[in-house]
Nanobody
Framework: QVQVVESGGGLVQPGGSLRLSCAASGSIFGIDYMGWNRQAPGKERELVAVISSGGSIKYADSAKGRITISRDNAKNTVYQQMNSLKPEDTAVYYC???????????WGQGTQVTVYS
């Protein structure tokens, strides 16, 4: 069906930047929304940003002004540029792709982002 693979996590100091990438493959026809969610230790998974195939974007309030999501439809890849990172951004970041053909979300394995001082 659809495979989703994230990359780009790592360790960064407060104020630093990271760029996450997420590539979808397989039965990619009909993939509409792609987005990023994150889950910090002891907390529920939460939306960070989502972008439609037409370019409509939604950000969580915590992401506005610091995080930019973009998408390359030709490569079936979504990116998340994260700037001015804070310790509270530490989490596992998961990418998801929603397929309108299969009517469901597909999730990646996640990539760890750790912001430490």
């Amino acid at each position: 069906q659809v495979q989703v693979v994230e990359s780009g996590g790592g360790l960064v100091q407060p104020g630093g930047s990271l760029r996450l990438s997420c590539a979808a493959s397989g039965s990619i026809f009909g993939i509409d929304y792609m987005g990023w969610n994150r889950q910090a230790p002891g907390k529920e998974r939460e939306l960070v940003a989502v972008i439609s195939s037409g370019g409509s974007i939604k950000y969580a309030d915590s992401a506005k002004g610091r995080i930019t999501i973009s998408r390359d439809n030709a490569k079936n890849t979504v990116y998340q540029q994260m700037n001015s990172l804070k310790p509270e951004d530490t989490a596992v970041y998961y990418c998801n792709a929603f397929s309108s053909v299969y009517g469901r979300d597909y999730w990646g394995q996640g990539t760890q982002v750790t912001v430490y001082s």
